[in-house]
């Protein structure tokens, strides 16, 4: 994939997101070169899921205004580098790792989403939607943590993007004051938007084919 090919499409999904939508470009397993050309092309804001592939990424090619938001399954080992290194988690579903986070981070706080699992999927990670709001209440308790919204990856054609984005209506009609949902990949991002997005997370409609 060549580097004119990321930035034609990159504009040609920009073209189709309602201006309130933020891309983010999905690099995980792409090579810092199509991570640069993206970057060349304007993208801020990346996505990765696996911790040192990750860092070894954000080390050579990092800037002011780059974001990186992890996505990825959490593990207890791996949440100082996370803290350290990350802008958003997007994959956030247990406490224990919320206080981690929390201990490790400096700074800014750290911008969180709750990984919900709006499918029941045994195969995924997420919290059931009956637990979501104890869960964002017990996130009040870490400084370090800035609840955002909620992130979803459901199940191939479900209603589950609506799902979503009722229960995210919900909440702030509870005062919860979100103001991101993640959902949307290169094959559903249309119909995750039409159902209210406002994040979508696309790797191979950008970068191609991952290793
Ligand atoms: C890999 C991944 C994506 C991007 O998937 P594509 O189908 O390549 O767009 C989005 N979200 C999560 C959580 C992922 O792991």
């Known amino acids: 994939m060549t580097t004119a090919r990321i930035e034609n499409n990159l504009k040609k999904i920009k073209s189709q997101l309602p201006c309130n939508v933020t891309l983010i470009a999905v690099s995980k397993r792409q090579s810092i070169e199509k991570i640069q050309a993206a970057m060349a092309a304007g993208q801020l804001a990346f996505g990765e899921n696996q911790v040192q592939e990750a860092v070894e990424k954000i080390q050579r090619a990092s800037g002011e205004k780059i974001q990186w938001h992890f996505i990825g399954t959490l593990q207890s080992n791996k949440t100082t580098l996370i803290a350290e290194h990350f802008d958003w988690v997007q ?3 247990s406490l224990k790792h919320a206080k981690r986070l929390n201990d490790a981070r400096k700074d800014r706080p750290l911008n969180i989403l709750i990984q919900v699992n709006i499918d029941h999927e045994a195969s995924k990670s997420g919290l059931d939607v009956s637990e979501v709001r104890r869960f964002a209440k017990a996130l009040r308790d870490f400084p370090r943590l800035k609840l955002r919204g909620l992130m979803c990856i459901p199940e191939k054609d479900s209603d589950a993007f609506y799902r979503m984005k009722s229960l995210f209506d919900e909440m702030n009609a509870e005062g919860f004051e979100l103001d991101t949902l993640s959902m949307g990949m290169s094959d559903d991002y ?15 409609a950008i970068f191609g084919e991952r290793a």
């Open 190 to 204: 249309g119909r995750a938007v039409e159902a209210g997005s406002t994040m979508v997370r696309i790797g191979s």
């Open 91 to 93: 994959s956030l579903c």
